[in-house]
Every structure is written in structure tokens, then in C-alpha cells.
């Protein structure tokens, strides 16, 4: 076919979503939403997963009055870029500047763009984001000792208490809007990326002081103990406890939606846990037989809990759009020795999927993914549609009333039928993002050739990059290990032109 032509009749079609969308609930029904997005918690890491040596009882009970997805992915399989893509409805991989970003980078998202929380404040609703950011704060270098801004509160949330960047980097210090806090004039906080602060004792040089050592990197600061990325000094009455910071977030989200319970809210509801170091609570440290990496499970289990009976105390849990998932897929050794290697056991963390964090394999984006909402999901089920995280802007939009702009969420899709159980398709493509890009259509799986290592010399996960094009048939082969290319030239040349056509194009939203 000629190559025009092959675009016309091939993969066009391909590019406009057919399910339609189930109407949207009148004003007085729209839901409350809170979205809990873990850290690198896996597809295998919750028991309504399947996973048998942890129990996760709070995130059963979501599954058990809920939907859980199958075939849901983040947008990348590492934090920022998922995160980038959530709150915006891009694909991360069109913008440049939006991988796993230093502590001290400046904010990755214009303020005035259309995000999520942008849309559902414009539809009256107040908007809370609690935990981990990592999309970057002010324009460029920030005095953290001033006002923290451009931030969330720039670009659409009413409230933030936020872990600046990620809890392996520093600074090891809460935001709450626009101030470090308990920040003490006298001790003013100062970071860096690129050099140690004189005097200051590392990771590297006074192994002596740690009681987390690390595995590969994380060797700079000190904070708490444990050795992180980057460089700080000053600031020692708002440093973190890590073992803390499980019960401070929970705190604050509960506190949010207590204080919004009389009109409408959106949560953003962004954990630490399960992400390194793996630092649980004294209540939880010691109580799951696969070390910290279980422990903090289970302190995550406990979050949910907390917030699930938030709900149900003040009689919100009905009308309460409640939706769990996760940032990527997971990781073993993420660059500390916390025995999570060798107490793992027959455990599967990313569950059936190949590969995990950092992967293009399944185990990559293919994360838990839960929804609950009594009023409109009346029996619990599962469902196989594809969908993505990216999504949810739009999904939940629709779902508020709200329309989109032409420019808006260009990578979003409406997939309201597919969120409540009716619609087993999802979108009509999807595209993956790690070390290079991947393209699933149904049952196909293509993998752009890449030049990457094939293993993480630190993590040891296949990161499934490879010099030739990769064709898997997930019906078939789920876990990815049959590579087709060779026998299916034609669906190669297809997903390939059709990956490509979505590079070219701005956008692949209907
Ligand atoms: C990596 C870190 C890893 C983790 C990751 C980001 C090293 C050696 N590894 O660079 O520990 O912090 O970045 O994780 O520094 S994410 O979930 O926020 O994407
Ligand atoms: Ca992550």
C-alpha cells in the first residue's frame, strides 16, 4: 500500500476512540474524588492482586466494592513523566525536560495550562494535593528559605503539603503551600545538586553515621540517618523523620477532606511509600516477612484504611469517586541495602508482567489499578479495558461537567464507560513510555528498537530495551517472552508507522 494510503485506511481509525461515553451525572450527583497514587507499588504487590506473603486488607476493600483493572497502565515507568502526564493529559515523551528530575528542579508545567486540578476547581470543586510532587518547584533557582513558588498553587490545587521531589533526595524538608515548614530563620536551608556544602558530612565519606546504608548511589547528604541524592545544609528543625512521614500525609489528607466534606473535593492523595528508602513506622517496622519493602506496604495498606474510613465516619464513602494506582511499576533494589533482595522469596512484585520500574516490559506501566464509587459502580468486577492513568483528566472532567478546550489534555481520552465496568475496550491505542517508546493495539505489543542496556546494572531489571523491533502478542504471550517480529512483518511495519504517526501529530485525543 502506499504509504499515504496505509495511514488513511490503516491507522487513522485507529487514532478516534469509539466507545460512547455514558452521561454525566447531574450537579447534585458529581462525585467527591480522591486519587491515591502510591510509589512504585507493583501489579503483584497487593493480595487483591494476588499476592499471598502480604495481606493488604484496606486496598482488598477498595477492590472488593470496586473495579479492578487489568490492563491499566501509568504513562511511564518512572514517577515524573506518569506524574507530568497525569495532571496535564500529554504524553510526557513529546516535552522535553520531564524525566526523573534533580530536588532542586524548577516546576515542569506552565501555570495557566488546563490541568486536572485546573478543570475540577473551574467546576467548583476544592482541590488538595498531599505527598509526593517531583514535578518541580519555581522558575528557576529557588531560595527555599522564601516563598515556594510557582508550585501546585500555580497551577490549579487550593491546597498543598507536599515532599518537594522524592524521599531519596534532598531537601528532606515538608512544603506546605509556599513555605518549608517549621523553618527556622536562623538555620536558612540550602541545596545543591552539584557540589557538597563545605564541612558537611556525606553519605559516602562517613558511612559511620548511617543506619540505612546505600547500594548504588544515594551516597551525598545525610539526613535522618540515611544517605540521599544531593547536597543540603541548614534547615534542621524542618528535616523529616522518615518513619513519620507515613502518619504526617495521612493526617493532612484526612484533614483535607474534613474540612471540604460539606461541599465538593478533589484529592490528590500522592504516597511516599512504596518508593526508597523504605523506612516504615515503628508499628509496621518488623511486621511483614519481607523486610522494609513489606513493611512499608503495609503502612500503605494502613494509609488507605485511614482514608477509607474518613469516608464512611462522615457518610461521604457513597458519593466518593475513590481511585488507587500507582506511579510505575516496582522495584527490588532501588539503591539501598534493605534486605528487600533477599526476603523477598517466591514473592512476584510486578506480578505476571515482565521487567518492572525503569522497563519497557509490562512490569514497566502495567500497574494496580482500583476504582470505587457505590453510587455509580454497584457490584464489584473486573475489567480488561486498556486504559491509562493519562486519562483521568479527561474521564474525570467529563465527569464533572466539564469540557475541554481544543488545546487541553491532548493525550487524554474520555473513558467514563470503561472507568464505571461497561466498557471492556478502553482506548484503541496506547503508548508506553521508558527507556524508548511502545505502542499496544488489542492483542499487539511493538517495542521501538532502542540501543539501552538490556539489564540495570543496579536495579537488575530487563529493562526491555533491544537493537531490533520487538513484537509480543499479549493474548498469547503476556509475559513477553516470544518476541514475533520476524514472523509478523506487516503488524511491525503497521505499529511502527502508527507510533510514529502519533510522535508526528500533536496530539491523539478524538
Ligand atoms: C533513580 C534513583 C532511584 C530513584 C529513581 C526515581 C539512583 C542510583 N537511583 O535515579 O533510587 O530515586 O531515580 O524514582 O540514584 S521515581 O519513582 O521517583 O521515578
Ligand atoms: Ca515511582
Known amino acids: 500500500m502506499h504509504r499515504r494510503a496505509f495511514f488513511r485506511h490503516a491507522v487513522a481509525p485507529l487514532l478516534v476512540a469509539s466507545a460512547r461515553p455514558a452521561a454525566p451525572p447531574a450537579g447534585h450527583d458529581r462525585p467527591n474524588i480522591v486519587l491515591i497514587y502510591a510509589d512504585d507499588v507493583g501489579y503483584g504487590d497487593l493480595s487483591c492482586y494476588g499476592a499471598r506473603r502480604i495481606r493488604t486488607p484496606n486496598l482488598d476493600r477498595i477492590a472488593a466494592g470496586g473495579i479492578r483493572f487489568l490492563h491499566a497502565h501509568s504513562s511511564a515507568a518512572t514517577c515524573t513523566p506518569s506524574r507530568y502526564a497525569l495532571l496535564t493529559g500529554e504524553y510526557a515523551w513529546r516535552r522535553k525536560g520531564t524525566g526523573v528530575l534533580p530536588g532542586d528542579a524548577a516546576l515542569i508545567i506552565e501555570p495557566g495550562r488546563s490541568t486536572l486540578p485546573a478543570i475540577l476547581k473551574r467546576q467548583g470543586y476544592a482541590i488538595g494535593v498531599v505527598g509526593k510532587w517531583h514535578l518541580g518547584l519555581g522558575a528557576g ?33 515538608y512544603v506546605e503551600n509556599h513555605r518549608v515548614v517549621n523553618l527556622d530563620p536562623d538555620d536558612p536551608i540550602e541545596v545543591s545538586y552539584e557540589k557538597p556544602f563545605e564541612g558537611e558530612l556525606l553519605g559516602r565519606t562517613h558511612p559511620h553515621l548511617l543506619r540505612m546504608h546505600p547500594s548504588h548511589g544515594h551516597d551525598m547528604a545525610i539526613v535522618n540517618g540515611i544517605s540521599r541524592i544531593g547536597y543540603m545544609r541548614g534547615g534542621r528543625k524542618a528535616l523529616w523523620k522518615d518513619e513519620e512521614m507515613a502518619d504526617v500525609f495521612t493526617a493532612k489528607a484526612v484533614e483535607f477532606i474534613e474540612r471540604h466534606r460539606g461541599g465538593r473535593f478533589f484529592l490528590y492523595f500522592a504516597t511516599h511509600d512504596i518508593h526508597v528508602p523504605r523506612v516504615a513506622h515503628p508499628r509496621f517496622a518488623g511486621k511483614s516477612v519481607m523486610g522494609p519493602r513489606g513493611d512499608v506496604i503495609l503502612q500503605l495498606d494502613w494509609c488507605v484504611g485511614r482514608i477509607l474510613d474518613t469516608l464512611d465516619r462522615h457518610g461521604l464513602a457513597h458519593n466518593t469517586l475513590v481511585i488507587f494506582t500507582s506511579d510505575n511499576g516496582p522495584v527490588v533494589d532501588d539503591g539501598y541495602k534493605d534486605e528487600a533482595v533477599e526476603k523477598l522469596g517466591d514473592h512476584k512484585p510486578a506480578g505476571p508482567w515482565r521487567g518492572g520500574k525503569y522497563s519497557i516490559f509490562e512490569g514497566g506501566t502495567r500497574v494496580p489499578f482500583l476504582v470505587r464509587w457505590p453510587a455509580r459502580i454497584p457490584k464489584p468486577s473486573d475489567s480488561p479495558a486498556l486504559i491509562s492513568q493519562i486519562d483521568l483528566l479527561h474521564t474525570l472532567a467529563f465527569l464533572t461537567g466539564a469540557s475541554l478546550g481544543e488545546q ?71 509475559g513477553e517472552r516470544n518476541n514475533v517480529a520476524a514472523e509478523f512483518p506487516d503488524k511491525v511495519a503497521e505499529l511502527a508507522a502508527l507510533l510514529e504517526q502519533i510522535r508526528q501529530s500533536p496530539r491523539t485525543r478524538p
Not at 529557588?142 to 531537601?171: C, H, Q, S
Not at 465496568?421 to 496506547?430: E, K, N, S, T, V
Open 141 to 173: 533557582k529557588l531560595d527555599w528559605n522564601g516563598e515556594i513558588k510557582p508550585g501546585p498553587l500555580e497551577i490549579g490545587f487550593d491546597y498543598a503539603f507536599l515532599m518537594p521531589a522524592t524521599g531519596d533526595r534532598v531537601p528532606c524538608v
Open 408 to 478: 487541553d489534555a491532548p493525550d487524554s481520552f474520555n473513558l467514563v464507560s470503561a472507568l464505571l465496568g461497561r466498557d471492556p475496550q478502553g482506548r484503541p491505542h496506547l503508548v508506553e513510555q521508558a527507556g524508548t517508546l511502545a505502542v499496544i493495539v488489542g492483542r499487539w505489543k511493538y517495542i521501538a528498537p532502542s540501543k539501552g542496556p538490556r539489564i540495570s546494572k543496579n536495579t537488575g531489571i530487563e529493562l526491555g530495551n533491544d537493537p531490533e523491533p520487538q513484537l509480543y502478542d499479549l493474548e498469547r504471550d503476556p
